[in-house]
């Protein structure tokens, strides 16, 4: 039968490539550490040696970003999680607990599902190709249908690379063909064992209820608090820094600065010096309506396009030459208040509070209407108050004095090096890490018996011992005595 239709083409492709997958996996569950970590290094080297073509091509293909930040992107997750994983126990027994006699072992789940988003596709593909494969399993790509030319290339070269280190091949596969019933089939298809999702909150949700394990993130929205005990050249320069690396295209980078009524006038200022540009009252409404769609999204024309871009788009006559960041004042969080709201370009909100307190209160109404679990920013050097909103905001990344972006990814910070990052229960996502090779396989454990149960009658003191037929008949008259006294009392 000559197939045409284009849904049933990628439904099909998607049949054959988990079939692959799951024979690869089935022989990669046979292999050792080390044959898995050679694996892992020829992934790693591959993907450094193609940095730069795999950025550009990216950047030519989505329009978002800038293809230097991506080749640093690409340098990230082929050579610092690289070294972050690789010496790493996944692979048979991880730990003997000796005094507990008890023994951890890592076994692979089988075939991952890996969704790949547009804002950082190549990167996506190295880092979970790599966390997969640490964990001895297959993963099988779903991309982003505007980012697929340089997906395939990605899952090209570093597939090739894995095979010559002694992969099996259809251990590392994309989607050629992508269309909704292809992820779909991806996602539910018994051989797949395990998504990890990274994209929009439509496809996490539906990763969350295709009925397969799912490991998802939730969107990024993340305020940055710049107190008064804060270094504001620094606080500004890190935050601005975060947000036009790769025109704002990583979900943990700030989406809105909020500051004291007293820090107003010092951070204003600053964020001027350093190239920010600060909208006036007409600006930051003619801007605002073109941050959110009509059906309360963000525009993807804002996506990952530099100021200059964004300007011309909304109608924005008056920025100056250089501007590196547009910031809007806001005043209110809510699907009416676009500045509180998640931009992946460089915008950003800016409030101002009158104290600590209503900070704190503005940063978690902000976090818990969109970006719950995500990432929370402080920029002070009062440990006690860095202390204090690290308790109570909901964000799974509390980052102090580092650049949002970077250090949410654990760039900047002693973070684990990641690109998919957990928002907890609360974010609605399974797990609030950023995630690695540990979270991609199951531990088996083995107990060893250390106690018999009449040590653990002993230990509970007050239960009485029994002791064959006279135990038996012992209980047998207290039971009836209790029966007794129930009866005489309701009756």
Known sequence: MDLKD???????????LLKEAKAASEKLAEMDQNQIDRIVKAISEAGTAHATELAKLANEE????????????NLFASQVVYEAVKKQKTIGILHEDRERQVWDIGVPVGVIAGIVPSTNPTSTVIYKAMIALKGGNAIVFSPHPGAKKCILRTVEVIAEAAVRAGCPRGAISSISIPTMPATQELMKHENTSLILATGGGAMVKSAYSSGT????????NGPAFIDKSADVHMAVKRILDSKTFDNGTICASEQSIIV???MEQPVAEELKRQGAFLL?????????QFILRANGTMNPMIVGKSVAQIAEYAGLSNIPSGTRVLVGRETSVGEGAPYSREKLAPILGFYVEENTENVLRRSIEILHMEGAGHTFSIHAEDESLI?????????????????????GIGATTGLFPALTLGCGAVGGSSTSNNIGPLDVINIKRVGFGTKELEEIRR???????PSGACALGTDAAFVQSIVERIMREIG
């Not at 284009?6 to 054959?16: A, F, G, I, P, Y």
């Not at 230990?459 to 011992?465: F, K, N």
Request: hydrophobic share 35%.
């Open 62 to 73: 989505t329009g978002f970003g800038r293809w230097q930040d991506k080749v640093i992107k």
């Open 387 to 407: 202390k204090r909103f690290a308790l109570a905001v909901p964000a799974s990344r509390i980052l102090v004095n580092t650049p949002g972006a970077l250090g």
């Open 280 to 288: 006036n009252e007409e600006d930051t409404k003619k801007l605002g």
């Open 260 to 262: 004291e009524k007293c």
């Open 213 to 220: 394990p799912a490991i998802g993130v939730g969107a990024g």
């Open 6 to 16: 284009k849904d049933l083409l990628s439904v099909q492709e998607v049949r054959n």
């Open 459 to 465: 230990e509970a003191g007050s239960v009485p011992e």
